[in-house]
């Protein structure tokens, strides 16, 4: 293999793999603004005042969505 052709083939697999990345990156992004989204129209829809979207540090807990009315915390159920 020459030379031009291993370089052409580093340059390759380095594009493809930061594409597949940046990607990643995208979709975790926009469902995370889908549930962020959710909750907050979910909160406005039973009349909240103020509403927080706070991910889950865990993946294997769920997300949760707080709704606060005066002093009192409320957690709504997305689904």
């Known amino acids: 293999m020459k030379n031009s052709s291993k370089q052409l ?3 390759t697999i380095t594009f493809i793999t930061f594409s597949a990345l940046v990607l990643n990156v995208m979709i975790n992004e926009y469902s ?3 549930e962020k989204l959710a909750c907050y129209d979910k909160c406005k829809t039973l009349g909240f005042e103020q509403c927080v979207f706070k991910r889950a540090v865990n993946k ?7 709704a606060f009315q005066n002093s009192d915390v409320i957690v709504l159920v997305l689904n």
């Not at 294997?60 to 707080?66: E, F, I, M, R, Y």
């Open 9 to 11: 083939l580093i340059v």
């Open 32 to 34: 995370g603004w889908t």
């Open 60 to 66: 294997t807990l769920p997300n949760k969505c707080n």
